[in-house]
């Protein structure tokens, strides 16, 4: 699961609770506190605690990542019964192309939307859910809806539903009684691999639980989750997986789960036809609502993306801790500060360990970004923005294409040309070869297969048209975009003190205005294919804030002229580079995976290869070849780091843990800056005016006047005045 | 504003110099410049002026036993004082000294004067996004990262050949 949150950064002030569950993890050592964390909420009064009522999770403000990492909801409108819809609203807050990770929790409604449940958007086939529960198999997490409120209650792993009637149920009638009539449980648990659901619904009356066709919706669970679907009124427990889980291919697995457990879930329950128009449902399982008549079934069911079990687990496990909309866990953390979740990346592929979260403490960020080598060596050094003017695009080829690094496919290009026998042809065809590059790009370069033609001439190989892809235009490619937190909500988030840097591969470290702190930004590259270049603008909204240029490709000079003997030691040498650069290639990604003296070997060794083959090209030509292609390529730019890093630079704050970060006693004895223009009356504590005029003062004497005016302008405690 | 008084011990009614009045005795647990102190009534008594005094530092004689008080109030002069000095005089009688105390005497016509407020205590007056140079900063400084998407990758690359 991909963190998108710095904790450290924007958590200063939000405090959370978190589950029985996940406590009894921590205390039995199994949680450490950070990794609680991760499984914390907010606490009620905190906006986002009632966040699944009616919102996703906006992963760009500025939250926990516990609650940045927690789920993102998909909202049914009640106007809009259109299942898709629901995906299209949550990629309508996503900008297009840009890599998200997050949790998506979507909610069908009816018998149809199950149907239609697919992931039809661009992200869907990045969607999926987790392989395992590993750590936390066997736990039994409970959600209980009491109408909007959520009943705390915990079962123990060996034990049954059935001591759901004594713990709760007074507080259920407490509820009901309240007027509030309908009670619907849900419990999703996890054993080993397999999701279960178990939902109930319960109905007002003197015999709550058990009156009315929803009786007996409890059982145990060892008696219930297989295989008794057929039996559901006294079987609630549904098993919603086939088998061992061993992958998440949304085909095989998301698919499966919806569109054959959920469907005979819903089945057993439109066949009992006793479950009514749902109230709503806050984030998770089955919310009920019976008014008075029953004919017609509703509900929510839920598919997990993701890292969302974990999350999901956590979500019920703390809401358990809210009662009536009141937070009443006795155990609170109270700070995030100085907590920062490591190795988080917006790559939605990636897994998150618990061994992600790790602790700082003051300046002691841990890991410290490793300078980059290459251009921009160190911390300090080339932070600003570098322009460029013009674009080199439009190089005016008419064909390009592309391949992986592959040496073979370079030899049959060499040996079709030199064994193309049609006069002056095999002159020709070199001349108009006129770029060949090693390319790492931003992303894949979209391509589309196609045969190699030069000219209008397709040489062939073993008899056989030469298959490689040919590129199609220049890409641009975005990422992001990332939210630059503020910490202290003042003059402090900005430059001169704090300034951010943002670290842009292939070009080097660039600053950033000051002016992104508290916003995002994203990174477009757009890129030049042939020429190997690439050019990367940062954006704050829709406008540019800084600009770099830097080199995707290592340029293959080769020559073209006398085709003849000369041919073939092209050949020769353009097969060397070819390999030779591979070898770069290669050390280039170990370096890039190791970031040691290994990896940077493997480059210097296979930049030798490259020298020695340029040389075999050199050797191969004379005065009479014309080198087309320019300089090789400056290589270092994809030696460095391959991610996009933004460091902000604050000011130390490591003596004052919490907001405003300034020192005990400071705004009651010195104060904070306000100029603004007030009556005295407003304000509250100290003030400290400038330029008093006391003439409002009718009764004072002018030694008195001038005795309020200098309390007035040297500090003056305003309390409130007596009643 | 200066008031003649009889000597020490004499005692006249009526106003003015000698004059009785009823003073009320504070103990006033708040700094001196606090707007709308905290003060706790002792006790109402009678108090003599004493000699000439003016109204911003008077010196009154009181009969007085009873609890210590530090601050009292003449509602004939709509004034508060801080006692600065006592004197003990002949059986019960107290001389006390007064400095007047502006802030307190005049807090609802302070209370609604308009200032330009240079600093506040309150949140609500905070103006955050000034430069507050009294904020203390370390020169050294902590560094936040994000990291963001890999760009380059780690795949061996692709190799581009252009042809006319």
């Known amino acids: ?723 | 504003m200066i008031i003649s008084a009889v000597l020490f011990g004499s005692r006249q009614t009526g106003k003015g110099s000698g004059d009785l009045m009823t003073i009320t005795l504070y103990n006033n647990s708040s700094a001196y410049n606090t707007l709308y102190k905290s003060l706790d009534k002792v006790k109402d008594v009678t108090a003599e002026i004493k000699g000439t005094c003016s109204v911003d530092n008077p010196t009154i004689l009181i009969d007085y036993t009873g609890p210590s008080f530090n601050y009292f109030y003449i509602s004939e002069w709509e004034r508060y004082y801080r006692v600065t000095n006592r004197q003990a005089g002949p059986g019960q009688t107290v001389a006390i000294t007064g400095q007047s105390d502006p802030v307190q005497s005049f807090a609802s016509g302070i209370a609604n004067l308009d200032v330009m407020i240079v600093r506040a205590e309150s949140e609500a007056l905070r103006s955050p996004e000034l430069a507050d140079n009294m904020i203390p900063l370390e020169s050294d400084m902590q560094i936040d990262k994000i990291t963001g998407d890999n760009v380059i990758g780690s795949g061996n690359g692709m190799i581009v050949i252009g042809v006319i």
Request: proline share 5%.
């Open chain 1, 1 to 723: 699961m991909a963190i998108t949150e710095v904790g450290n950064i924007t958590q200063h002030s939000i405090k959370i609770g978190y589950s029985d569950t996940f406590a009894k993890l921590h205390n039995d050592g199994d949680l450490t506190v950070d990794e609680l964390i991760r499984y914390a909420w907010c606490a009620s009064e905190e906006p986002y605690t009632n966040a699944v009522l009616n919102t996703d999770i906006n992963i760009g403000n500025q939250q926990s990542a516990a609650v940045a990492t927690l789920l993102s909801y998909i909202q049914r409108v009640s106007s809009q019964t259109d299942f898709d819809y629901k995906f299209t609203y949550v990629n309508d807050r996503l900008t297009a192309g840009k890599p998200y990770s997050f949790n998506i929790l979507v909610y069908a409604e009816s018998s149809s939307d199950y149907n239609a449940f697919t992931i039809n958007s661009d992200n869907g086939t990045k969607y999926r859910l987790v392989t395992s529960i590993d750590s936390i198999q066997k736990i039994y997490a409970y959600v209980h809806e009491v109408n909007k409120r959520n009943v705390s209650y915990t079962l123990p792993s060996s034990g049954t539903i059935d001591q759901y009637y004594s713990d709760t149920y007074q507080r259920l009638r407490s509820t009901i009684d309240n007027g509030e009539i309908y009670v619907y449980p849900m419990t999703v648990y996890v054993i080993e691999d397999h999701f279960y659901i178990s939902a109930g619904a319960c109905f007002s009356g003197n015999n709550l639980p058990r009156e009315g066709s929803m009786s007996n919706n409890f059982y145990s669970v060892q008696n219930s989750y297989v295989p008794q679907r057929n039996s559901w009124l006294g079987d609630m427990t549904y098993r919603c997986t086939y088998g061992v889980i061993t992958n998440y291919e949304k085909d095989s697995y998301l698919l499966r789960w919806a569109g054959n457990d959920i469907a005979e879930f819903l089945s057993e329950r439109n066949n009992a036809n006793s479950i009514n128009y749902y109230q709503y449902s806050d984030d998770i399982g089955l919310l009920i609502k019976a008014d008075g008549t029953i004919s017609y079934f509703t509900w929510y069911m839920f598919v997990k993306t993701e890292n969302s079990i974990y999350n999901l687990l956590a979500l019920m496990g703390l809401k358990c801790k809210f009662e009536s909309g009141e937070h009443v866990s006795d155990t609170l953390i109270p700070v995030i500060s100085n907590t920062m979740v490591t190795g988080y990346t917006f790559d939605p592929e990636a897994e998150t360990e618990f061994s992600d979260i790790t602790d700082v403490t003051g300046n002691n960020i841990s890991p410290v970004p490793p300078a980059p080598p290459g251009p921009s060596g160190d911390d300090e050094d080339n932070t600003d923005p570098v322009s460029t003017t013009g674009a080199p695009f439009g190089t005016g080829l008419a064909h390009y294409y592309v391949t992986t690094v592959d040496s073979a496919v370079l030899g049959q290009i060499s040996e079709a040309l030199g064994s193309w026998d049609i006069g002056n042809t095999k002159k020709d065809l070199y001349r108009n070869l006129i770029s060949c590059k090693i390319l790492k790009p931003p992303a894949g370069i979209p391509s589309t297969p196609s045969t190699f033609e030069i000219y209008g001439v397709k040489p062939q190989y073993n008899g056989a048209d030469i298959s490689i892809p040919a590129v199609n235009g220049n890409p641009d490619i975005t990422f992001g975009p990332y939210s630059i937190s503020r910490k202290f909500n003042d003059f402090r988030d900005y430059a001169p003190y704090t300034r951010a840097e943002i670290f842009l591969p292939y070009c080097g470290w660039c600053a950033l205005p000051s002016h992104v702190v508290g916003r995002s930004v994203s990174v477009s590259y757009f890129t030049d294919v042939i020429a190997g270049t690439v050019k990367a603008v940062v954006f704050c909204g829709e406008n540019p804030v800084a600009e770099a240029a830097g080199v995707m490709a290592y340029d293959i000079p080769f020559a073209a002229q006398n085709v003849g003997a000369k041919i073939q030691a092209a050949n020769t040498g353009m097969l060397a580079y070819g390999k030779a650069a591979l070898q770069l290639s290669a050390g280039i990604g170990q370096a890039v995976a190791t970031k040691g003296k290994q990896g940077i070997g493997s480059i210097v060794n296979g930049a030798f290869g490259v020298a020695a083959g340029y040389n075999q090209l050199s050797m191969a030509a004379n005065e009479n070849y014309t080198e087309i292609s320019g300089k090789a390529g400056d290589g270092c730019a994809l030696a460095g780091i391959d991610t996009i890093i933004i460091k902000i630079v604050r000011p130390k704050y490591g003596a004052y843990t919490t907001a405003p970060y300034v020192p005990d006693g400071f705004a009651h004895t010195v104060g904070f800056l306000s100029m603004k223009e007030a009556k005295v009356s407003a304000a509250s504590g100290l003030i400290l005016c400038d330029n008093v005029d006391t003439s409002g003062i009718g009764k004072a004497t002018d030694a008195e006047r001038a005795e309020i005016k200098r309390v007035l302008e040297t500090g003056l405690y305003v309390n409130n005045p007596p009643e």
